[in-house]
């Protein structure tokens, strides 16, 4: 096994494309084509961690959060970070780390939060917008359908849960080869050609484009193919922050914090004051999530449930919403069985380790 057949499997649920601009998702330490004895996975890479995975027989670690965010000008051990890059590479241990592409997954990380709570009905809070390009490309009739299938099957022309859609319109194309030119149709040289084409519209999610052009090139009879990919502005539902869902059954707001208390596995829940209203919709957003309180506001949630809520922030609640504030560990704690689901569906027989240890760096004093 190697590191970049466990990357793959990671990126293919989610691609580095959709993390925030801030992030530094990837690949931190360690060679893609170095062989790999078994994966440790964990929310965060500490020195502790690099150690469990050294007694457990892994050269690779899997986390949520990235343990380089910036650059580094030296390795000379004055932070815990130099210490554990200058360990990993001392003992080869290889490090990769899937942060807000994995936040913004449909599948990811708040789904798994939603998932512990028994949400229904789930659905991103904030979609984002800057995911999706339409492709328009021109084909003869007779190669149309070969064109389309080869789109559709390096993943073109999704849109929600259907797949293999497009819009199609025949026309009139014209063209002249030049004298260099291998023309499918004419001669090099020749006359204007009139030819019956047909118009392709496709959908092309970011993370898609390169593979979809090159279908696209690999598939087509003409020396030049003709298309245009253009960035939307279409929110995508599939990609984004937070996630918003419903209870299978309203409940009394001090039973709900006690019944997210215990799911959670939380200490403690800092809270805005009750509003004397059951708990029906759940906005929620792992790891940081005060940026969404608006969005979750908008789509009408009795309460929002996120980590590191400042004290003048819980005040936005203004009455309309209850706050929660878990802890960013605790709401992102579960993240780790997300790898753990991928990487053995995946690699059924291979070693892939949950660990042991605690990484949450905030204790609480009872």
Not at 5 to 14: L, Q, T, V
Not at 116 to 140: C, R, V, W
Not at 295 to 310: E, L, N, P, S, V
């Amino acid at each position: 096994m190697l590191v970049k057949d466990i990357i793959a499997a990671i990126e293919a649920a989610a691609p580095t494309q959709y993390q925030e601009s801030y992030d530094n998702t990837g690949l931190q330490v360690g060679n893609p084509d170095a062989e790999i004895t078994g994966v440790l996975i964990s929310l965060d890479v500490t020195e502790a961690v690099l150690d469990e995975a050294l007694q457990r027989g892994c050269n690779m670690l899997v986390c949520h959060h990235p343990v380089i965010f910036s650059g580094l000008k030296r390795l000379a051990g004055r932070t815990y970070v130099e210490r554990i890059i200058h360990k990993a590479i001392k003992n080869d241990i290889t490090i990769y780390a899937a942060h807000t592409n994995l936040d913004n997954m449909l599948a990811g990380v708040n789904a798994k939060i939603a998932e512990k709570l028994g949400l229904t009905n789930t659905s991103i809070l904030e979609a984002k917008s800057d995911t999706l390009s339409k492709l328009y490309t021109y084909a003869p009739p007779d190669i149309a359908d070969k064109v389309r299938d080869a789109l559709f099957a390096a993943g073109a022309g999704q849109i929600g849960n259907y797949t293999e859609s497009s819009f199609n319109t025949r026309g009139t194309g014209s063209f002249r080869p030049g004298e260099s030119t291998n023309p499918a149709i004419g001669k090099a040289g020749g006359k204007r050609e009139l030819v019956e084409e047909v118009k392709i519209e496709v959908l092309v999610e970011k993370h898609n484009e390169g593979r979809v052009l090159r279908a696209l090139f690999d598939n087509h009879i003409y020396e030049e193919v003709a298309y245009e990919l253009i960035p939307l502005s279409n929110a995508n539902q599939q990609i984004g922050a937070g996630m918003v869902g419903l209870l299978p059954q309203p409940m009394e707001e001090m039973d709900f914090l006690a019944f997210v208390k215990k799911q959670m596995k939380t200490d403690c829940i800092r809270h805005t004051a009750l509003r004397g209203k059951k708990i029906e919709k759940v906005a929620l957003c792992g790891g940081s999530g005060s940026f969404l309180l608006a969005h979750a506001m908008r789509r009408g949630a009795d309460i929002f449930i996120t980590g590191d809520y400042k004290y003048h922030q819980f005040f936005d609640a203004d009455g309309k919403i209850l706050i929660a504030d878990i802890g960013h560990y605790e709401s992102e704690q579960f993240t780790s069985e997300i790898f753990e689901t991928v990487l053995k569906r995946k690699f059924p027989t291979f070693a892939i380790l949950l660990s042991n240890i605690n990484t949450n760096p905030v204790k609480y004093f009872y």
